[in-house]
């Protein structure tokens, strides 16, 4: 079964530090990897996309890894800000057509 | 360029009715997409519509339906509404049916009652 899992669930930071957000899939046949920022009520916004030959993805403080032989990503937000605060969704298409949909880690950014 | 725009942005029914969500992709996009999002979880698929046609359906009942019009424009109707059809849905445009260029619109979010 194709499931994508993320962790964690929730989390808090303050304001100006790192934190890393992790997705683990078990989707065949693998095709991207995209990490998404949701506001509450909103729809998702895209911030970076990985293929299975890309290592890593950057997109202003936001750096996505893949390590497509264990099938985990991560999301790394650096020197994080307030606006930061949202839900973050890891979506795997399978085969180019479908998509899987993580749970979502929800960060709260405190001042 | 206006994005994806979804019409209602909110909307309340009562159980047993019925509901037409629409959407309007991007200009030039073919490829048309329907989530529902329930509070706390990711979106779920429901169908996608590529040049009118449908192309893939989630795992949802059949009181879901969609269409797509020669604009590219799309409906999603839910009918015999149950309190659980109450979500964020959201539609995703993109040129063609793949995944690389989806855009998200901002949703219409349904209350049933």
């Known amino acids: 079964k194709n499931q994508v899992e993320q962790s964690p669930q929730s989390l808090i930071i303050l304001e100006g530090k790192n934190c890393t957000l992790q997705c683990n899939y078990t989707v065949s046949p693998f095709s991207n990897l995209r990490w998404y920022k949701q506001d509450t009520g909103r729809g998702p916004v895209s911030l970076t996309i990985m293929t299975f030959s890309e290592n890593t993805k950057s997109n202003g403080r936001y750096t996505a890894t893949l390590d497509a032989d264990t099938k985990q990503s991560s999301l790394h937000i650096t020197a994080s800000q307030l606006s930061d605060s949202a839900s973050y969704i890891c979506?795997?298409?399978?085969?180019?057509?479908?998509?899987?949909f993580g749970p979502g880690t929800r960060l709260s950014v405190l001042p | 360029d206006a994005g994806v725009t979804q019409s209602p942005t909110h909307l309340i029914k009562t159980r047993g009715q019925h509901v037409t969500l629409r959407c309007s992709p991007i200009?030039?996009?073919?490829?048309v997409s329907w989530y529902q999002q329930v509070l706390g979880q990711g979106p779920q698929f429901i169908f996608q519509?590529?040049?009118?046609?449908?192309?893939g359906r989630g795992n949802f009942p059949d009181r879901f339906s969609a269409r797509q019009f020669p604009n590219y424009s799309s409906e999603l109707n839910v009918n015999a509404l149950l309190l659980g059809d109450s979500a964020l849905y959201l539609c995703?445009?993109?040129?063609?049916?793949?995944?690389?260029?989806?855009?998200f619109g901002s949703g219409t979010r349904l209350t049933v009652v």
């Open positions: 519509y590529y040049e009118k046609e449908e192309r």
């Open positions: 995703a445009s993109s040129l063609a049916g793949y995944e690389r260029g989806y855009t």
């Open positions: 979506v795997v298409s399978v085969g180019g057509q479908n998509f899987v």
């Open positions: 200009s030039g996009h073919k490829s």
